[in-house]
Structures are given as structure tokens and as C-alpha cells.
């Protein structure tokens, strides 16, 4: 088993590895974080590392992780325990593993380390992806472009799709309060409306419990996936704070790469779009709760490192889909 070297100035030990603690295969050594750069201009890949982010000041903390994030080579976990870190998605793509507060308190288990030094192993940088289909329709005539702003009403354009919806079972419906459930709705739109603007996109149509979101596509960029994967991210961090939940709330994503008539908000009644149909049956009769998975028209443009973040989910509609490796949820 490889030895976890922890740098971490915290008095103790950090208590998410306390089952590492229980068991002899593994040995945990503290070093302090003046030490982290002097050790890592020559880390050993047989070793895993651990960098306590909160165990800094925010000035020393922010210079540490850029230094660390322009290291690869080697497995890594991020602590977070304070949740301080904005944008927990680019450790994930660096090929590190990151723990959340949430994650923190209910420990970081042995099954989960094995799992993400699996994933580590197949070398996203340096093995080629399974190739797929380029995508359908994507003519340089129909991109969307980088913005919105030359896309117009009434004209057809390809564009990132990503379908999301929450899940309220019978029985939150029968054990929660009608004004609860509302709230947890509006939070989760709100949620999403958010991320997907950060990443360019924009809802399109939103029902009851989830809807359609869009992002214009230049046939180059593969921004609009990390929507969908900070989506997953931060659903722990989602139910803690705002609902007091220690299970993440439940919801499901799925994203393709398709055209469609674009039409302002509201005006979609008389849409006919096979895309807009696929992403639809993907994402309600497909794609089960807590699971985000994309077409193989998404997969083909991504790049080696973040097609290894996905794994082949079988066939649906004559067009392979892949399903994310969430290697966020606590094992």
C-alpha cells in the first residue's frame, strides 16, 4: 500500500482519515507545509499526498494550491474542510481528488482512495480516448458561436444541451412540508441557473421539477461539461447549507451536442428538434438519479483528460452515452 505523506499545519490529525489510521496496510506521515514544496520537486508516484487547504492563511493557501495545481505526475488529494475553494472542478481535471467539508466529517474511506487511484491509472494525458462519431448536424454554418450575442430567433444553431432535474419522491412528499419542498425547488433552479451562467449558458425551458439549459457551441470549446460536473460537485455542499441534509439532494443530468431552432424563452411551444427529443428521453427515461451522462456527441470533443472522467454506459437511441465517474460521492 502507498505511504500518504500529509501536509497539514493542523494540531492533531486530520480526522477524515481515521479508518487509514485502523489499518495496518497503510502508513500516514504529518509534515508541515513549509516542507510541501521542498518534497513535491520530486514526488514519487507510488506515494499519495495530501495538501490541507484551511490549514494556511487564505494568502499562503491560494499561492500553495496554484503551485500545486501546476504539478501532475502523481496522486494527490485537496482537502477542503471549510469549503473555501471556488472551483473544486479544476482540481478534479488536474487529475487530483478533492474532499469536502461534507466529505471531510463523514471520512475519506480506503474504497474511496483505491477507487480514484484506479481512475489515475489509465493515464488520461497519454492514452488516446475511444474514438467516437463526430458530432451530427455540427456544420461550421450552424455553431452558435463563443456568446450569444449573433444568435438569433427563428434561425437553427448547435449547441451544448444539458437537461437536469430533481427528485421528490412520494415519500418526501408525504413526510416534508409543502413549503419546504417548494423552497428546495426554487434553491435547486436557482442553483442551476447560476452555474450554467458562469459557464455561458443559459435556461431555456424549466417545468416543475427541472428543465433545459443551453450553451452556444464554436466546434472548440468543452467549458459547458463543467457545468454539469460542478453541478454534482456541489450538491453535497448544497444540502448541508441550505437544508441541513446530510444526504446530497438527489437529482440527475444528462447533456448532448445537437441543434435546434433557437427561440426566446417561453416561445419553444412549437419547436420540432430530434435533438431536443433525445436530450429529453436521455435525461427522464434514461439517466437514473444521481447520475450525469452525456451522448457520444459530447464525448467526441473532449479532451483525453476529461473523457477519462466518463466511462461507457451502454447504448441509448443508436447513440452510445457514458456516464460520469462521480468521484465525488462518498464510498
Known sequence: MPEIIIFSDIRG???????????????????????MRKIL????????????????????????????????????????RKNQIEDPAGIIFK??????????????KPARLKQYLEFRAQDPEFV????????????????????????RSGREYTFFMLYTEIRITAEMKKKS????????????????????????????????YG???????NGDT????????????????????????????????????????YKSRGKTGTIISDSINSIYHLGAKYTEPDHFTITEEVYSVLTNRMAALFRKNGE????????????KRPC
Request: with cysteine; hydrophobic share 35%; proline share 4%.
Open 177 to 208: 412540508g409543502a413549503e419546504f419542498l417548494t423552497r428546495m425547488i426554487q434553491v435547486f433552479q436557482t442553483t442551476v441557473e447560476r452555474t450554467v451562467t458562469d459557464y455561458g449558458g443559459r435556461i431555456w425551458i424549466w417545468n416543475d
Open 128 to 151: 488516446d480516448k475511444e474514438p467516437s462519431p463526430a458530432p451530427q448536424g455540427c456544420s461550421e454554418p450552424s455553431y452558435s458561436g463563443v456568446d450569444w450575442k449573433n444568435i
Open 41 to 80: 520537486k520530486a514526488p514519487s508516484s507510488d506515494n499519495v499526498y495530501v495538501y490541507d487547504y484551511a490549514s494556511g492563511s487564505d494568502t499562503s493557501a491560494l499561492k500553495d494550491l496554484k503551485y500545486i495545481l501546476k504539478k501532475e505526475g502523481f496522486p494527490l488529494l485537496v482537502v477542503d
Open 222 to 261: 468543452t467549458a459547458p461539461v463543467l457545468a454539469a460536473v460542478k453541478l454534482f460537485i456541489n450538491r453535497f455542499t448544497l444540502s448541508i447549507e441550505e437544508f441541513g441534509m446530510h444526504d446530497a439532494v438527489s437529482f440527475r443530468a444528462a447533456m448532448h451536442l445537437g441543434k435546434t431552432t
Open 211 to 217: 428543465g433545459l439549459a443551453l450553451f452556444p457551441y
Open 13 to 35: 490529525k486530520l480526522k477524515c482519515f481515521e479508518s487509514f489510521e485502523k489499518k495496518k496496510d497503510y502508513t500516514l506521515t504529518y509534515c508541515m507545509l513549509n516542507e
Open 316 to 327: 441509448f437511441e443508436d447513440r452510445r452515452i457514458y456516464l460520469f465517474r462521480d468521484f
Open 95 to 108: 487529475g487530483f481528488d478533492y474532499i469536502s467539508s461534507g466529505m471531510y466529517r463523514s471520512g475519506y
